[in-house]
């Protein structure tokens, strides 16, 4: 009889646990690394196939000390599934919330958004874009030769100035033989901890 009891008593506090988990949410995305303000989808799924949900995308970003926040959210289809588009201007966590369910947290690399662009004889104009300034750092100018990239020289980028996204820039003076083929780059080490190396378009001089 105690035996009987004790049967019930423990399928009781298994259906009780589960009649109070959390609702269950998911999150995926395709891309690992991203340039900053890159736009990529995430997407997911919640328990039971429910539509008609709203479900929240948070973000928490490196170096921060703000918890999780709102970035995007969508409302689920017919199978419950959701999609929408997010943008980082630095590496990130991401995690899905619906109801009182939590996903998992996801992580995407951010690499620094970097151009470079003619500016006259032997001038060359770099913009470094990200959620923080480089002012300070140093970067690579380079030239390919054949399948490799050789240094040309190394230069400082200054903290920009004027609204919107961090930026970053420099003038870099080199002389280059006509047709040559050329690049910046951000190293890892000079970018920090919450992003990847920066690499700019090609250019031909």
Same mark, same amino acid.
């Given at each position: 009889?105690?035996?009987?009891?004790?049967?019930?008593?423990?399928?009781?506090?298994?259906?009780?646990?589960?009649?109070?988990?959390?609702?269950?949410?998911?999150?995926?995305?395709?891309?690992?690394?991203?340039?900053?303000?890159?736009?990529?989808?995430?997407?997911?799924?919640?328990?039971?196939?429910?539509?008609?949900?709203?479900?929240?995308?948070?973000?928490?970003?490196?170096?921060?000390?703000?918890?999780?926040?709102?970035?995007?959210?969508?409302?689920?289809?017919?199978?419950?599934?959701?999609?929408?588009?997010?943008?980082?201007?630095?590496?990130?966590?991401?995690?899905?919330?619906?109801?009182?369910?939590?996903?998992?947290?996801?992580?995407?690399?951010?690499?620094?958004?970097?151009?470079?662009?003619?500016?006259?004889?032997?001038?060359?104009?770099?913009?470094?874009? $990200? #959620?923080?300034?480089?002012?300070?750092?140093?970067?690579? +100018?380079? !030239? %390919?030769?054949?399948? @490799?990239?050789?240094?040309? *020289?190394?230069?400082?980028?200054?903290?920009?100035?004027?609204?919107?996204?961090?930026?970053?820039? $420099? #003038?870099?003076?080199?002389?280059?033989?006509?047709?040559? +083929?050329? !690049? %910046?780059?951000?190293? @890892?080490?000079?970018?920090? *901890?919450?992003?990847?190396?920066?690499?700019?378009?090609?250019?031909?001089?």
């Amino acid at each position: 009889m105690k035996r009987g009891l004790l049967v019930v008593g423990l399928a009781l506090v298994f259906a009780a646990s589960v009649a109070s988990a959390p609702p269950t949410v998911s999150i995926q995305t395709q891309v690992k690394e991203a340039q900053a303000f890159q736009v990529f989808d995430v997407s997911g799924a919640v328990a039971g196939g429910r539509g008609g949900e709203d479900v929240k995308v948070e973000v928490k970003e490196c170096g921060s000390y703000a918890p999780f926040h709102q970035v995007a959210g969508d409302v689920t289809g017919n199978a419950g599934t959701w999609t929408t588009k997010v943008g980082l201007g630095v590496t990130s966590q991401l995690r899905a919330t619906w109801r009182s369910g939590v996903s998992g947290p996801i992580t995407v690399e951010v690499h620094p958004y970097m151009t470079i662009t003619y500016k006259g004889p032997g001038r060359y104009f770099v913009w470094a874009r $990200a #959620t923080d300034f480089f002012g300070g750092a140093r970067a690579v +100018l380079e !030239r %390919a030769a054949g399948s @490799k990239w050789v240094v040309v *020289k190394k230069f400082t980028l200054k903290r920009g100035q004027g609204p919107g996204a961090a930026s970053s820039t $420099a #003038t870099v003076r080199a002389k280059l033989k006509k047709g040559t +083929l050329i !690049r %910046a780059v951000l190293p @890892k080490a000079q970018a920090g *901890k919450c992003y990847l190396a920066g690499f700019t378009n090609t250019l031909k001089v």
